[in-house]
């Protein structure tokens, strides 16, 4: 690494509304630097990133870029094309992909003068293979994109920023939607054009990434830069104290003997649109104290999971026992009788009635109860009392219980849930990314409640895309990859990302385990 | 059935399918441009009437034919204008819109005839394009009448087919214009404006539709008349889909269409006595709906028809 300054950030501030995305933050990036930007969901990372590269306009603050010759230039704001002539590209988290399109395409387009009356493909698909040959980033060039995997995707888009000699590289949670086997590629890659004068900055929540792949970390908090450090001089415990602004409380598992079976899955499958919604055979058994963890990529049949233990999706063959008893048909109704609370993915949507009150939102999942109605009409009073004490005991903030639950914010409205789930006493919990989202804080709560659950005798089944967290809570792993369910009989992260690649088969998890190790 | 057969083999049923289909070539191709973009544009209708209207005027004041079917053109364009800055900088719902075009093209089309015109009674007479006499090739047998003595508009619908396929596939143009409607994000991040390529794209297709309507007061008939696009416009929307929004199917659309259309003139003669009239002029609608039906289920919808892109809202 060379001290040139190839990017500096001057002051950039942007509001929306009322709420203040990014307040004054100054920023600087060296030639041939990687520079993790950290913070909390909501401290204005993305935010920070699209001022910078054009898709938002700052309101106050300047951007200086080192052009070719090295000389410091002013960058014209709030413009994507001249942030591209000046050498940065972006790859967002959301790729910016047209589906229909070829990858060729997409990574030619908007390179071309629009006026042109023909394409010169050869010259621009030779100039994409030589660059796919020197960094290892490879995609067949004439599939439409919508058919490519989504770390396929990943690599367009680095292309597509490569193709246009970038010498910045923003990555907006680019390990997002990879294993970790691709996670680690994809730093390895990262690393070797750095190493030729690339610079990288990579927009990260995962602490142990930004350890092992950054020279040096700077942390945004509610909008602010609170801190820069060098990697070589941090540790876990040091961020998450700059990210938090406090220190996050330690969630300790005591370890637990497990109770009888509480969810029996027996070649259970789910039908959906395409193996990806799809369960095959699936065997699982759920215990009482039990958190079963099931780790994957996304979209490899985790909703096929959830809604079939949500009672939403019907299986097409096999039987699901819950606490001992077959259920004859799976519908929400009988799912929620038979003791599964369900703490489901898209808070806002599939967790709640925006448009009901906290209070009714509280009691929705029992309203033939004669505690909450008698001879069908609600009765006010106890729902208003039993909500008042529920948001007292779980410290759901907001406007009050009479308030629409769409202004509470997204951790209060997870709170909301975790109360509505718990109260009712679920001998089993689904917990569909339960901490998506959330600030630490609030995470850490979501998973004390979770583990006290388990202490009062509930089994839960703990889905998320966060290997950590998985690792963190969970007694026993399940990996599942296209569908299919393996218990993962190690706990070594390397083995269990190679599962979640499909690249093991059920019978030989440790000898893979082993050869990574 | 051999009255059928008999139909199927003539010359002249196949040159109306053609003449018939003529004017939805254009349509489709034009509401095909705009839906490329990500825009639905319901102003067919009335940018139908407007083209005709506009087309019979200008040719009517001398400007001459050719001179008509720009002015056709412009006018179609600077409807695709109103209706493109309602949707795209604007973001209004493009369902609204676009009824609120054709209401509006159509009245202002009617208007504008019966205040340049306020006495007559029968509508006036253009000299309109006449059939193509191409030495030999008019003379062929069963091409010639079919193809080679159509009028020179109609072969500007099919040089348009050709026009359409090669911009959106051959041409960086075209390729922005499909990624635009399939995520706009995808252009807006290789730097191009998301807002030109819609408004051009909705624009450019809006011409093609009022050369639609044009083709019918300037060489399907010679003069103009209150309620004669008839709902073309709307078929249109319906190719489309059957089309999977591609150009080279979209004649095919049309054809089909024109077939039916000019299949059910004939038969009405034939067998008219037998059963009613509406039965026949209803058929080609029906035959619509059921290919659609059948196309439909396939149908590879651009992903962000309907949806407006706002800069600065990831």
Redesign the interface.
């Known amino acids: 690494m060379t001290d040139t300054k190839v990017l500096s950030l001057n002051g950039l501030s942007k509001r929306f509304g009322s709420v203040i995305a990014n307040d004054c933050v100054d920023l600087e990036l060296h030639k041939g630097e990687v520079l993790a930007l950290l913070g909390e969901n909501g401290a204005g990372k993305t935010t920070l990133m699209?001022m910078l590269?054009g898709?938002?306009?700052p309101d106050a603050g300047t951007v200086e870029v080192a052009d070719e010759a090295g000389q410091m230039q002013a960058l014209p704001l709030g413009?994507?094309?001249?942030?591209?002539?000046a050498g940065i590209g972006?790859v967002?988290q959301?790729f910016?992909?047209?589906?229909?399109?070829s990858a060729l395409?997409?990574i030619?387009?908007?390179?071309?003068?629009?006026?042109?009356?023909?394409?010169d493909l050869k010259a621009a698909r030779a100039k994409i293979e030589r660059i796919m040959q020197h960094t290892g980033l490879t995609v067949t060039l004439d599939t439409p994109v919508g058919r490519l995997s989504v770390g396929e995707r990943q690599r367009v888009e680095i292309l597509?920023a490569l193709y246009r000699d970038v010498r910045i590289l923003v990555l907006d949670e680019p390990t997002a939607v990879l294993t970790p086997q691709e996670a680690d590629t994809l730093f390895e890659n990262i690393g070797a054009m750095t190493r030729e004068g690339l610079s990288v900055i990579f927009i990260s929540h995962k602490l142990r990434e930004v350890l092992a792949f950054s020279q040096r970390i700077a942390v945004l908090r509610h909008g602010k830069k609170v801190g820069e450090i060098a990697t070589a001089e941090a540790d876990e415990r040091i961020i998450a104290r700059m990210m938090v602004g406090a220190d996050t409380p330690e969630t300790a598992r005591q370890e637990m003997t497990p109770g009888a079976p509480v969810l029996t899955l027996q070649d259970v499958s789910v039908t959906g649109r395409s193996k990806r919604d799809s369960l095959t055979g699936a065997n699982l058994t759920v215990h009482a104290h039990e958190i079963l963890g099931i780790a994957g990529v996304s979209g490899n049949g985790q909703s096929a999971l959830a809604g079939l233990i949500s009672g939403l999706n019907r299986p097409t063959s096999g039987r699901v026992t819950l606490a001992a008893e077959e259920v004859a048909q799976v519908t929400p109704t009988n799912m929620i009788k038979a003791g599964v609370g369900r703490i489901p993915e898209d808070r806002h949507h599939d967790g709640m009635v925006g448009a009901m009150s906290v209070a009714e939102n509280m009691v929705i999942e029992r309203l033939s109860d004669p505690e909450v109605q008698s001879a069908g009409f609600l009765k006010k009073d106890a729902i208003t009392a039993n909500a008042e004490k529920l948001t007292a005991d779980y410290d759901v903030r907001g406007p009050g219980v009479g308030a629409r639950a769409r202004l509470l914010s997204g951790g209060n409205i997870q709170k909301m849930i975790l109360a509505r789930v718990f109260e009712q006493s679920p001998k089993l919990i689904l917990a569909n990314q339960p901490t998506r989202g959330l600030d630490m804080l609030a995470a850490s709560e979501v998973a004390r409640r979770l583990l006290e659950a388990r202490a009062a005798g509930a089994g839960i089944v703990l889905i998320s895309e966060d290997l950590d967290e998985i690792l963190g809570l969970a007694d026993r792993v399940v990996v599942i990859h296209d569908g299919e369910m393996i218990e993962a009989e190690t706990r070594d992260r390397e083995a269990i990302g190679l599962m979640m690649a499909g690249e093991v088969t059920p019978h030989e998890p440790q000898q893979s385990g082993a050869e990574t190790q | 059935m051999m009255d059928i057969l008999n139909i199927l083999m003539s010359e002249s049923f196949w040159a109306a399918s053609l003449r018939i289909a003529t004017p939805l070539i254009f349509g489709v191709l034009g509401a095909l441009l705009c839906e490329k973009s990500g825009v639905l544009n319901l102003g067919i209708e009335g940018i139908f009437v407007t083209g005709a209207m506009v087309g019979w005027m200008a040719v009517w004041l001398g400007l001459g034919l050719w001179g008509g079917v720009l002015a056709a053109a412009v006018a179609g364009a600077a409807f695709g204008l109103l209706h493109a800055i309602l949707t795209v900088p604007l973001g209004l719902s493009q369902h609204v819109s676009g009824l609120g075009v054709t209401l509006f093209a159509t009245s202002l089309s009617y208007f504008t005839y019966r205040t340049a015109l306020p006495t007559v009674s029968s509508p006036p007479k253009i000299e309109s394009f006449r059939a193509l006499d191409i030495p030999v090739l008019s003379d062929l047998p069963f091409l010639g009448p079919v193809l080679f003595q159509q009028t020179a508009f109609t072969w500007l619908a099919l040089l348009m087919v050709l026009l359409v396929w090669y911009v959106l596939n051959r041409t960086p143009l075209g390729v922005a214009i499909q990624a635009v409607g399939d995520n706009p994000d995808s252009v807006d991040a290789q730097g191009l404006s998301v807002y030109g390529l819609r408004i051009g794209a909705v624009v450019a297709g809006s011409a093609l539709m009022a050369l639609g309507g044009a083709f019918l007061t300037m060489s399907a008939f010679d003069s103009f008349f209150f309620g004669m696009v008839n709902g073309r416009g709307w078929i249109c929307i319906a190719l489309v889909i059957f089309a999977s929004w591609r150009p080279g199917k979209a004649l095919l659309g049309a054809l089909l269409f024109g077939a039916f259309d000019a299949l059910q003139v004939r038969l009405q003669t034939e067998v008219g006595a037998l059963v009613p009239s509406q039965v026949f002029i209803a058929a080609p609608y029906v035959l619509s709906i059921v290919a659609l039906v059948i196309a439909a289920r396939r149908a590879d919808y651009p992903r962000a028809l309907l949806t407006p892109w706002f800069k600065g809202q990831r």
């Not at chain 1, 910016?96 to 399109?101: R, T, W």
């Not at chain 1, 030619?108 to 394409?119: F, I, K, N």
């Open positions: 699209n590269f898709h938002y306009m413009h994507p094309q001249a942030a591209l002539a972006m967002h959301h910016a992909l047209a589906e229909n399109l395409n997409n030619v387009l908007g390179s071309e003068r629009l006026s042109l009356l023909r394409r597509k």
